[in-house]
T-cell receptor
Framework: GESVGLHLPTLSVQEGDNSIINCAYS??????FIWYKQESGKGPQFIID?????DKRQGQRVTVLLNKTVKHLSLQIAATQPGDSAVYFC???????????FGKGTRLSVIA | DAGVTQSPTHLIKTRGQQVTLRCSPK?????VSWYQQALGQGPQFIFQ???????QRGNFPDRFSGHQFPNYSSELNVNALLLGDSALYLC????????????FGPGTRLTVT
């Protein structure tokens, strides 16, 4: 079946800079997307979600952008902090109650 | 408010053996999903339980089975273990009316030798 993928496996940023993590999805029927953060030794933690009827959603220091034309999703983290160091996954689903499909993940390393 | 708990934390088994992993959902949640996460990969959906029945299943062989108890806790059983079953097994709980607001446990690291 189709699955979510990521452009960059690793990303290193300076503390205080903004981070952008990208994700490409292949299932054009997907209409709900979630970003997760997974720290070492822990399970994935929900960060932010977006539905396909939106192209942007903001949270606390995070913004998710959705471009349905090119099937691209991004997570922007403002003023990146050391605590943001983790692996980030995007996940997609179709709201007909299908299981979440996760991408492979991007490791974000914050340089102090 | 207790989050999702899983036991054991780590487990080492030999090929051909059977294993049972356990999960207690977040308080108030009624749905449990299980995922397999290989090293360096994203989680892959195994199955989901609600009202003690399997509601959905991913692309996993019948060696993977599960159970949900009346108190909503769940077990994942894997028979005839293969080396390729070595992975982090994640449990996620949610409410049936909010299936994608999933809260993950810390996982059980299974190593098959």
């Amino acid at each position: 079946g189709e699955s979510v993928g990521l452009h960059l496996p690793t990303l290193s940023v300076q503390e205080g800079d903004n981070s952008i993590i990208n994700c490409a999805y292949s299932n054009s029927a997907s209409d709900y997307f979630i970003w997760y953060k997974q720290e070492s030794g822990k399970g994935p933690q929900f960060i932010i979600d977006i539905r396909s009827n939106m192209d942007k959603r903001q949270g606390q220091r995070v913004t998710v952008l959705l471009n349905k034309t090119v099937k691209h999703l991004s997570l922007q983290i403002a003023a990146t902090q050391p605590g943001d160091s983790a692996v980030y996954f995007c996940a997609e689903t179709y709201s007909g109650n299908t299981p979440l499909v996760f991408g492979k993940g991007t490791r974000l390393s914050v340089i102090a | 408010d207790a989050g999702v708990t899983q036991s054991p934390t780590h487990l080492i088994k030999t090929r051909g053996q059977q294993v049972t992993l356990r999960c207690s959902p977040k308080s108030g949640h009624d749905t449990v999903s299980w995922y397999q996460q290989a090293l360096g990969q994203g989680p892959q959906f195994i199955f989901q339980y609600y009202e003690e029945e399997e509601r959905q299943r991913g692309n996993f062989p019948d060696r993977f089975s599960g159970h949900q108890f009346p108190n909503y806790s769940s077990e994942l059983n894997v028979n005839a273990l293969l080396l390729g079953d070595s992975a982090l097994y994640l449990c996620a709980s949610s409410l049936v009316l909010s299936p994608y607001e999933q809260y993950f446990g810390p996982g059980t690291r299974l190593t098959v030798t």
